[in-house]
């Protein structure tokens, strides 16, 4: 049989000079590398934005993003998707700072990171695919509420409630301080510019849309605070030698703390559910190799772990980073690494250029990044094709402002998992009274204690004065519960009536 020459792909046949070949991964390196500076630009201001509304020094932000693209970005795992300090996050980690202290910040990040590992480890990674989708949208809406909420006082340079129900409650007095103040007036001008520009910025000829959104308003915001010379609140700069902070004997004592242990768990579950969500979303965005779940919950679990040694933010792998990576051309996950070294170099040598930054133009930003989290357009069809989890949706958003991040999450998953038993437990009562007299009772579907009471209305509803058939011969679940309440409805009606003849099929 003769074999013909495989054809080599297109981009490969192109003709190069006589007597040299084009190395084969040229080309990737040279869309990687213009992908990273893409990414490290959307990443820049994001990473300080993070860090300044978590309550955290600025630097921190970096040093996440940092670890994020150098150590997370050469692990096995996922190839495009872009980690750093998340805005889901930011909530929670404000909350724990304000609680435990930014000294046990380091401890809580790296106890969660050995707690990713050992998921992975475990092959638990997988699990987080079947978290229900409603829960996941509730969850970020809240997150995103919470966050708006927030960043509305930094935009006016006032000091924003702790709890989300008081940040939300403080907005007409936040309104009526704004409006009498000078500095918080021109704070809220920037802030809102830097939105206007957001928001406006897909709109604008496509020569200049390459330019990241983020940086463009930021650097807008900056330029005008500094030629008018506005007197606004700016980052303040330490430096990364200034900022890092190597746990101690007395922070990791806090671990024997129960609210403390309660947070690891948080930040582990909810890191790594966002980063395994954004893993999903990423894949459905590029051809190339798929995540790998387990590989990649345990390089978040050894970002995390550095970052918490280093006493910076906690990562998660982060869509608007990883869509802008693939939309910029990446094919390799040298793209994500390089990212990092351009953080490294910029927080190494140009860290004051951080402090003309005004507060209010990253919280613009960060207003317009927690809008996107919640799903308003999305939130109408689905409440017409599935009202139970449009309701799951708002409950969670609502507990997770009302409560905080943790309990908001468990309420909705509590309801997802009642809703779906609700859901399984059909229950098919049919009552057919026969010319001889008798009564035909037959039961269909799954007999579960959430369908005992139409279940009992049903059986104490017949006469007890006539024969009753009851066949369950068309269940295919009968629990305890309802055992028990069929065998005691079928003592009673033997007493008080002529007889009842049940049929129990096997198995059942």
């Not at 906690?314 to 990092?340: D, E, W, Y």
């Not at 507990?399 to 997802?416: I, M, R």
Request: proline share 6%; glycine share 10%.
């Amino acid at each position: 049989m003769l074999h013909r020459p495989a054809l080599r792909p297109a981009a490969d046949r192109s003709p190069g000079p006589p007597g040299r070949s084009r190395p084969p991964g040229l080309s990737a390196l040279r869309t990687d590398l213009a992908a990273s500076l893409v990414v490290f630009l959307v990443a820049l201001p994001l990473c300080v934005g993070v860090a300044v509304a978590s309550g955290v020094p600025a630097e921190l932000g970096l040093v996440t993003g940092i670890v994020g693209g150098l150590l997370t970005g050469l692990l096995p795992g996922s190839s495009l998707q872009v980690s750093g300090p998340a805005a889901g996050l930011t909530v929670l980690v404000f909350a724990a700072v304000q609680e435990h202290g930014l000294a046990a910040l380091g401890v809580i990040t790296a106890a969660a990171g050995l707690l990713q590992i050992a998921m992975g480890a475990l092959r638990l990674g997988r699990l987080f695919r079947a978290i229900s989708v409603s829960v996941v949208q509730g969850m970020l809406a809240g997150i995103g509420l919470v966050l708006i909420a927030g960043q509305l006082y930094a935009m006016a340079d006032a000091k924003a409630p702790k709890d989300g129900l008081g940040k939300l409650a403080g907005l007409p007095r936040l309104l009526l301080d704004t409006a009498t103040s000078s500095q918080g007036l021109t704070a809220a001008a920037i802030g809102t510019g830097t939105v206007t520009v957001l928001v406006l910025w897909p709109r604008l000829p496509a020569r200049v849309r390459p330019v990241p959104a983020p940086l463009a308003a930021v650097a807008a915001a900056t330029a005008v605070t500094a030629l008018f010379d506005l007197a606004v609140a700016k980052v303040e700069v330490a430096g990364l030698a200034g900022v890092i902070s190597l746990p101690g004997g007395s922070e990791l004592a806090a671990l024997g703390s129960l609210g403390v242990l309660g947070t690891v768990v948080a930040f582990a579950l909810i890191a790594s559910a966002e980063s395994l969500f954004s893993a999903a979303a990423v894949d459905r965005l590029h051809d190339g190799p798929r995540t790998h779940y387990d590989k990649e919950l345990v390089a978040q679990g050894v970002g995390n772990t550095v970052c918490g040694v280093l006493g910076a933010l906690p990562m998660t792998a982060v869509i608007v980073r990883s869509a802008a990576n693939v939309q910029a051309g990446a094919r390799t996950k040298a793209s994500r690494v390089l990212h990092g070294l351009w953080l490294l170099l910029f927080a190494a040598f140009l860290p004051a250029a951080l402090s003309v930054i005004p507060l209010a133009a990253l919280a613009g930003v960060l207003v317009h990044a927690g809008a996107k989290l919640v799903p308003v357009k999305a939130l109408v069809p689905l409440w017409r094709a599935h009202r139970g989890e449009a309701l799951i949706l708002v409950v969670t958003a609502v507990a997770v402002v009302a409560t905080n991040l943790f309990e908001g999450v468990l309420l909705g998953l509590l309801l997802s998992v009642l809703k779906s038993a609700w859901d399984t437990s059909h229950l098919h009562v049919d009552v057919d009274e026969r010319s001889d007299g008798t009564v035909a009772v037959t039961l269909a579907g799954n007999a579960t204690f959430l369908r005992l009471p139409r279940l009992l209305d049903a059986l104490e509803q017949l006469p007890t004065d006539r024969i009753v058939h009851l066949d369950l011969t068309g269940l295919r679940h009968l629990d305890h519960a309802c055992r028990s309440a069929l065998e005691s409805w079928e003592e009673r009606h033997n007493r008080l009536g002529e007889a009842a003849v049940v049929r129990v099929p096997a198995g059942v």
